[in-house]
């Protein structure tokens, strides 16, 4: 099939990969002409694993890849349009903004196209956006009728950042909403390649809501074990032991039960807030999903208050912070704990020095926005810890723990699945009271 990713971001980039490498003939779209530019080189503007390597076969080599600034001749060369900007937070609500122009967009290029065209809300948004906002705006522009003109669609994206071509390529799940046979019908074809049992067919409100139960389920489960874990620390219990014993119950599953710093990313912290807004909006509030916003606003503090409980204060020391990325093997971080971390400890006159294999761009400039200049990026984990009077790592990255055995002043880990604390007599971490 012909398929066009609206919004060449990380979602659109991964899901056009994965839609070429399975034989469709893909076109990304793009008002960023940098990113356009790039993309039709074969080198992604992101970093996600495996992703380079498929794009340089794609477009370069199969040629079946390829990036444009030409909304209205990409609708008209496709006969299915995926609509992939960002919904970010504005201020705890979703903002559209972004939504809504390429509808327009789209709306217009469908006034003038002759064939059947599907329109796929793969972006998150809260449940009623499809109908109420995409689906006006397609219609008012297009001056055609959905369902009988034009199909709908909505698609949630279930991507894990890090991992995200694999999960594109062999997705656990995929959801699909529509409101009538013929979109269903050219949808499965798109997915042709996809086992049936795979398939959850759904209205188009109730796939929305779906991704927004979803991830807040996952990160409520996420603040359950950060909680249990503080609770652990308080009362001299190993919450490993206790967390991995509740998640060896078939019905409560280990997945996302891992406590840390607190739950970040470009996902969990935008979509629960947004649920949260939807919910107070239509009085009927989450109340659970409130609380969950405001534990993991503050998780990131019991690295910190671990930090103090062993040492005495912190306030000016040198401090050495490895992992900056809100999880391993991404270079994003957008609500990363780290970086609640470093503004912390730039309050308290700390002198600090950071290190992440992928994050150190994307935290200087975030950092830079917060008017925190005072930090010093180095070039490898060993210029990192070097003087440091104490050694953060709130990110888990897999090549940290090399690094471990040869620091020699107290260090704080965030996850303990980055190494045993019991075999380091240096090593403190959340959740770990023993020491
Ligand atoms: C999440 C979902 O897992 C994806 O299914 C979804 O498509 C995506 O959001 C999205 O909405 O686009 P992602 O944000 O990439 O994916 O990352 P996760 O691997 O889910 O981790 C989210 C956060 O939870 C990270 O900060 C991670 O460190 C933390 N986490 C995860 C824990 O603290 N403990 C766990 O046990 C698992």
């Not at 789209?106 to 809260?126: C, D």
């Not at 297009?142 to 994206?157: H, T, V, Y």
Request: aromatic residues 8%; proline residues 4%; negative net charge.
């Amino acid at each position: 099939m012909k398929i066009s990713f609206v919004g060449s971001g990380y979602v659109g980039q991964v899901n056009a990969a994965g839609a070429a490498h399975y034989g469709h003939e893909v076109i990304l779209v793009d008002i960023d002409p940098k990113k356009v530019d790039s993309l039709n080189k074969g080198i992604p503007t992101i970093f996600e694993k495996g992703l380079e390597g498929l794009l340089q076969e794609l477009v370069l080599k199969k040629k079946t890849l390829r990036a444009t600034l030409d909304l209205q001749q990409a609708v008209h060369a496709t006969d299915i349009s995926l609509i992939c900007v960002g919904t970010p937070d504005k201020g705890g609500m979703i903002d559209l903004s972004y939504i809504q122009q390429v509808a327009k967009g789209i709306g217009e290029a469908l006034k003038t196209k002759e064939n059947y065209h599907v329109v796929v809300v793969k972006s998150t948004v809260v449940p009623g956006t499809s109908l109420n906002t995409v689906n006006v705006l397609l219609e008012q522009y297009s001056g055609k009728k959905a369902g009988i003109d034009f199909g709908l669609c909505m698609n949630p994206e279930f991507l894990r950042e890090g991992v995200a071509v694999e999960d594109s390529i062999h997705p656990d799940s995929i959801v699909l909403g529509t409101q009538d046979e013929k979109t269903k019908k050219i949808m499965r074809e798109m997915y042709a390649w996809a086992e049936e049992s795979k398939f959850t067919y759904v209205g188009i409100t109730a796939a929305e809501a779906i991704k927004y139960a979803k991830n807040s389920f996952l990160a409520t489960k996420i603040t359950f074990a950060n909680e249990w874990a503080n609770f652990c620390d308080a009362a001299g219990i190993d919450a490993k032991e206790v967390l991995e014993a509740i998640g060896a119950d078939r019905r409560i599953s280990p997945m996302f039960l891992r406590n840390g710093p607190g739950y970040g990313g470009s996902c969990f912290p935008k979509d629960v807030n947004a649920i949260v807004h939807a919910g107070q909006v239509r009085h009927s509030p989450f109340r659970i999903l409130e609380e969950v916003v405001a534990v993991n606003h503050t998780q990131y503090l019991h690295l910190i208050d671990l930090a103090q409980e062993k040492m005495g204060s912190i306030a000016r020391r040198k401090v050495g912070i490895l992992g900056l990325s809100f999880k391993p093997e991404t270079d994003d971080t957008r609500e990363s704990p780290a970086l609640r971390i470093i503004s912390y400890l730039v309050s308290q006159g700390c002198e600090i020095k950071a290190y992440c294999p992928q994050g150190m761009e994307m935290a200087k400039e975030m950092l830079e926005e917060r008017r925190i200049t005072e930090v010093n990026y180095m070039n490898s984990a060993e210029e990192c810890i070097k003087d440091a009077e104490l050694v953060l790592i709130p990110t888990d990255w897999a090549e940290f723990k090399e690094i471990i055995p040869k620091i020699t002043v107290p260090t704080f880990i965030g996850h303990r699945s980055l190494v045993n604390p019991d075999d380091y007599a240096h090593v403190y971490a959340l959740g770990y009271p023993k020491r």
